[in-house]
């Protein structure tokens, strides 16, 4: 564990509900600053509901979100966003009936925000720039991942909370995004919930390993090839 | 499913043209194909059409941003209609006609003073009532069913049963014009005018402005909107704020046609729910197409209604319209098939 | 749907498990119940010795007249048992179904045309045509239910409800337009069977009307707590993963939605038996809200909610109506102002009741054990 990084976002035993279900039942995440941290574990382990916690989206009811010695904890999914996260929700929660210029539009939390920003989004995914007055939905799957990506990226987020992004894409469009998020990751701290173990891996430098509500290992990237035991018993990869 | 936007939308108003055709025929033919005739249904259609859009805009916002349905959206219409009534009227405690001996200016008056009425009252609808139940979207439902009784009940208290008529003779209400031979009174045409230019002015603000664009995305979800930054409650309340007072407007302008009537809430909510779900909820331009269409298809039923002497035609046309357009799209002319 | 009360695993297994000890456990299980019923089947006696009117009226030559608080007291009961079955029938579909319909006044309001109709113009003996309407009735409004459920498989959610509100209005501006059953002014039943006339044997038709009640209360228990009453809630909870658990909901809706439609036509039936008309009213919509607010207020989902819902709204209605309160000068009649009240009450209810009356006292009841 990498105890003497600056940590950026500290989710510390955190327990959620949905509903009456008990979803998280004490998940502990230390977001390092400046790195990539991906979130591992089985389908409805409790990822998704993590990062909705984080954002604000899913009430905590114990535990607690420092996020640059600011507790997040009862605060309001816009206030939250405003202090730096952005958010990239699974299944490209992109604005179908808008037109992508206005998907970026609307991300926008202060004036000069896309101006200042929309050089690097392009450069980032050039494909953008082409479809920018189409609406969203007519977006091809990857496109509109990328749309997803980008509209984290109009504002000057440090943090950006990515949900599975290379859900149900080819694979040479999940080549594109890597490195797409590699090169963002370069001036922002990332923290990922990926399915696919090979994107993990090529893109994580530290993994936390959720399982059935509970946080269960965490450690750097590089290390979990070697813990074949770990990776058996909760992910499921051989 | 399986058809894209293009195709569905397409579907949409290839359905729109021929609803309408079909209308403008069938209007042609209750006017025994004599254009002044004609001409009134088609007037009378587009003026009730445009009322209907008054009502029906905020309760389909409204629905598409916050899945409530404003069973008192009636309510805040027959508010409007009862200021403006009074605010020309009223000779009892407070003499306005004294006070103020131009009609114009009455009018003018009370159409501001039902605008800023039924903006409060919505206000305080959506802000105190409403938000508490945020996560009980059937208590929301529930809870304007409650209100609108309140709004009725108070309504009758205040102003009890009795059927108002419009009396008092000002400008636009007098003045005539002429289509295909027959004479209108000029104020059908201002209503129709001010219809025209609200689904323009709205459309535009939906297109154009920030607040449109967070709307627009709101529709689609709300959530993810929040979690971009935007304060989506603030938005909540100053859509549904607006809604009420575009309704109070409407009843306002409506009263000098209409008059001020205990059962006028009742008849446009069912008429606008009509629209509303025939247009596809959610979609703007599905209702302010579907407005129109309802307009026209109601006068030209009325007419109808009465050549064969059988008045509940007139009555049930936007329910039967509502059924035959959900038998052909179950999501409506414009909503998104699911 | 976060606000309908979760009838658990365990809890139904309990209650099956019950009916399968017997009677003596049975008993035990739902003593309230059969209290409840007892104290109902002597209700117009007790009343009767109470206030020393007789149960069957007061004589007048050789009939009855309907006069006597016992006879007075069972009318209202009459209401609250057409009432509550309707709510009970509409909690069947909305409660324990998710169907949210807003067209349930067409079957109440079937119900009481389609007797009124058969009765007066039928030209039969009136024992025989109350048999044929009730036949006649359970026939119309069960296609009628089944034929709206076969559209619920086309129209999902707040479409389905508004579709059911398009068909009911019609139905509303029909009859009221009718000339046959005198259009807005209703039709006058005048040929009732003597036995179940409410003006000459009023306890009859309590009787009758209390076995609606017991049967509708056993028969939508004994259903959701069956199997299919489990796959009713499964649907409720999530449709798509009923589907894909292998059930064919659109078959287990209709069912639902066909009941409910039979049962609030003969709570129709029931009330215009004890009215001795039909009137266009029974088919407004503000029936079906009725039905909606009783339903939410008394507890969606739950077995008795409807039941208070119903009760309680009526009872207050009916006293709140008469009721003039005096503050000092101040005279205030409710009656005057009785709508307007009970839609304080509801704004109020919905507020602090979030649950419904049944629903936020099971939740309370449930925090007070954890904490014991």
């Not at chain 3, 009923?242 to 909901?249: F, K, P, S």
């Not at chain 3, 209709?254 to 009213?281: C, Q």
Request: hydrophobic content about 50%; aromatic content about 10%.
């Amino acid at each position: 564990m990498t105890t003497n990084t600056d940590k950026l976002l500290d989710v510390r035993d955190i327990h959620t509900f949905i509903g009456q279900f008990h979803i998280l039942e004490g998940v502990s995440v230390s977001v390092p600053r400046g790195a990539i941290t991906v979130l591992l574990g089985r389908n409805g382990a409790g990822k998704t509901t993590t990062l909705r916690s984080i954002m604000g989206l899913n009430q905590v009811t114990q535990g607690d979100i420092t996020y640059m010695n600011d507790s997040l904890v009862g605060k309001s999914a816009h206030k939250i966003a405003q202090m730096g996260i952005g958010y990239v929700p699974e299944h490209r929660a992109i604005f179908k009936e808008l037109s992508v210029r206005e998907n970026l539009q609307i991300a926008a939390r202060q004036k000069g925000d896309l101006e200042n920003n929309l050089d690097f989004v392009f450069e980032l995914f050039p494909d953008l720039k082409r479809l920018i007055d189409l609406p969203g939905g007519n977006l091809s799957g990857g496109q509109q991942q990328m749309l997803a990506i980008a509209r984290a990226l109009v504002p000057d987020n440090s943090l950006l909370l990515i949900d599975e992004p290379s859900e149900g894409l080819a694979p040479i469009i999940i080549q594109e995004l890597i490195s797409a998020i590699r090169t963002l990751a370069a001036n922002k701290t990332v923290l990922l919930v990926e399915q696919n173990f090979r994107v993990a891996t090529l893109l994580a430098d530290y993994f936390v390993i959720i399982d059935d509500g509970h946080s269960v290992a965490s450690g750097n990237m590089s290390d979990l090839h070697k813990e074949h035991e770990l990776v058996q018993r909760y992910l499921g990869v051989a | 499913m399986g058809s894209n936007i293009f195709g569905g939308k397409r579907d949409a108003w290839l359905l729109v043209l021929v609803m309408l055709v079909a209308v403008l025929v069938f209007a042609l033919i209750t006017s025994e194909f004599r254009l002044n005739n004609f001409a009134i249904t088609l007037v009378s259609g587009l003026f009730q059409g445009m009322l209907l859009f008054l009502v029906a805009s905020g309760l389909s916002l409204v629905f598409g941003l916050m899945d409530i349905l404003n069973f008192a959206q009636g309510a805040y219409f027959m508010v409007g209609a009862y200021l403006a009534y009074d605010l020309q009227h009223a000779t009892g405690v407070f003499n306005i006609t004294e006070a103020v001996p131009d009609p114009n200016i009455r009018f003018i008056v009370g159409v501001i003073v039902a605008i800023l009425v039924g903006a409060f009252l919505g206000w305080v609808l959506e802000r105190w009532l409403l938000r508490p139940l945020y996560d009980r979207p059937l208590f929301q439902l529930v809870l304007t069913f409650g209100v609108s009784i309140i709004m009725l009940e108070g309504i009758r208290n205040i102003w009890n049963t009795t059927p108002y008529s419009w009396t008092e003779v000002f400008g636009i209400r007098e003045a005539q014009f002429t289509l295909f031979g027959q004479d209108f009174s000029m104020y059908r045409l201002f209503v129709i005018g001010v219809g025209v230019l609200l689904i323009i002015g709205i459309a535009l603000l939906l297109r154009r402005t920030r607040l449109g664009i967070v709307v627009r995305a709101g529709v689609e979800d709300p959530e993810m909107v929040s979690a971009l930054g935007i304060n989506v409650r603030v938005v909540f309340t100053l859509v549904f704020t607006l809604g009420c007072a575009v309704a109070a407007f409407g009843g306002a302008i409506a009263a000098p046609f209409l008059g001020a009537t205990i059962s006028l809430g009742a008849t446009f909510l069912i008429q606008s729910i009509a629209v509303i779900v025939l247009g596809g909820l959610g979609s703007y331009e599905g209702t302010a197409v579907g407005s129109i269409i309802v307009g026209l298809a109601l006068a030209t039923m009325q007419q109808f209604s009465i050549q064969v002497s059988i008045p509940v035609l007139a009555t049930i046309t936007p329910m039967l319209l509502l059924v035959l357009v959900l038998m052909v799209r179950p999501q409506g002319l414009f909503g998104e098939a699911r | 749907m976060a606000e309908t009360t979760h009838t658990t695993p365990n809890k139904s297994a309990r209650t099956a498990s019950a009916q399968r000890l017997g009677f003596v456990a049975g008993l035990r299980e739902n003593w309230l119940y059969w209290l409840i019923l007892v104290i109902l089947v002597l209700f117009p006696f007790i009343i009767g010795w109470l206030s020393g009117d007789s149960p069957f009226g007061a004589p007048r030559g050789d009939r009855m007249v309907m006069r006597g608080e016992s006879v007075y007291a069972q009318s209202i009961l009459i209401n609250i048992f057409a009432l509550a079955v309707l709510v009970m029938s509409y909690n069947l579909m909305f409660g324990f179904t998710g169907v949210i319909s807003f067209g349930h006044a067409l079957f109440f309001g079937l119900g009481g045309y389609l007797m009124g109709i058969i009765l007066e113009f039928g030209g039969m003996d009136p024992n025989l045509g109350l048999l044929v309407s009730l036949v006649v009735v359970l026939a119309v409004t069960g296609v009628l239910g089944f034929i709206v459920g076969l559209v619920s498989l086309r129209l999902r959610g707040i479409y389905f409800a508004i579709f059911t509100l398009a068909i009911a209005e019609m139905g509303w501006l029909f009859f009221r337009g009718l000339e046959i059953t005198n259009g807005e002014d209703g039709l006058n039943i005048a040929s009732m069977p003597e036995w179940i006339d409410p003006a000459r044997n009023r306890i009859l038709v309590y009787y009758v009307g209390l076995a609606l009640f017991v049967l509708t209360f056993v028969l939508i228990r004994r259903l959701v707590n069956s199997p299919v009453g489990s796959v009713f809630q499964a649907i409720r909870e999530n449709e798509e993963r009923a589907q894909v658990l292998g059930y064919n909901t659109l078959r287990y809706k209709l069912f639902s939605i066909t009941v409910a439609g039979m049962l609030a036509g003969l709570a129709g039936m029931l009330l215009a038996i004890m009215n001795k008309e039909a009137r266009p009213e029974i088919l407004n919509v503000s029936v079906t809200v009725d039905a909606l607010l009783m339903t939410i207020i008394g507890g969606v989902g739950t077995f008795t909610g409807p039941v208070i819902g119903a009760s309680g709204l009526h009872l207050l209605d009916t006293f709140l109506r008469e009721a003039v309160i005096t503050i000092g000068p101040l005279t205030i009649d409710i009656g005057e102002r009785w709508t307007l009240i009970l839609g304080f009450i509801f704004v109020l209810v919905v507020l602090i009741f979030p649950y419904g009356v049944v629903g936020t006292w099971k939740r309370l009841q449930m925090r007070f054990r954890r904490n014991k």
